[in-house]
């Protein structure tokens, strides 16, 4: 799904843009890197690495859910903290999300315009 607040080779995505408002709307999250992969290019980089492009964003949704474990594969958001990861929303809070959210519900949050509102989460 490329419809997150943050686009790979987009020139930025404006805030009125966001019509699902700011505090429902996934900004940022803790990056997964599965056990003994810190400091691996292709999966453990920074967003300017010029080596590898992609190996720094992750994508929310149906086909991408959090990371369960530390030994999970896949460029998915997910943490070091038991059970859960935390996000950055627009509005600029930090909040924790179980690791067990509906990947559904995810992609909710992740989406900046589908027009639902993610709730229960």
């Known amino acids: 799904m490329s419809d997150g607040a943050f686009q790979l080779g987009s020139l930025g995505v404006r805030l009125i843009d966001i019509t699902d408002g700011l505090s429902s709307t996934i900004f940022a999250g803790e990056k997964h890197v599965q056990m003994g992969q810190f400091g ?3 999966n453990d980089c920074s967003q300017y690495n010029g080596d590898y492009v992609v190996c ?17 594969v896949g460029w998915r ?7 859960l ?35 229960d989460y």
């Open 77 to 83: 958001f997910g943490s070091y903290h038991w059970g």
């Open 40 to 42: 691996v290019g292709w």
């Open 56 to 72: 720094a964003t992750r994508a929310a949704g149906p086909d991408y859910p959090l990371a369960l474990t530390p030994r999970d």
């Open 85 to 119: 990861t935390q996000f950055v929303f627009g509005d600029g809070s930090v909040r924790p999300l179980s690791n067990g959210i509906n990947p559904v519900t995810l992609g909710l949050l992740a989406s900046i315009n589908d027009g639902q509102r993610a709730t």
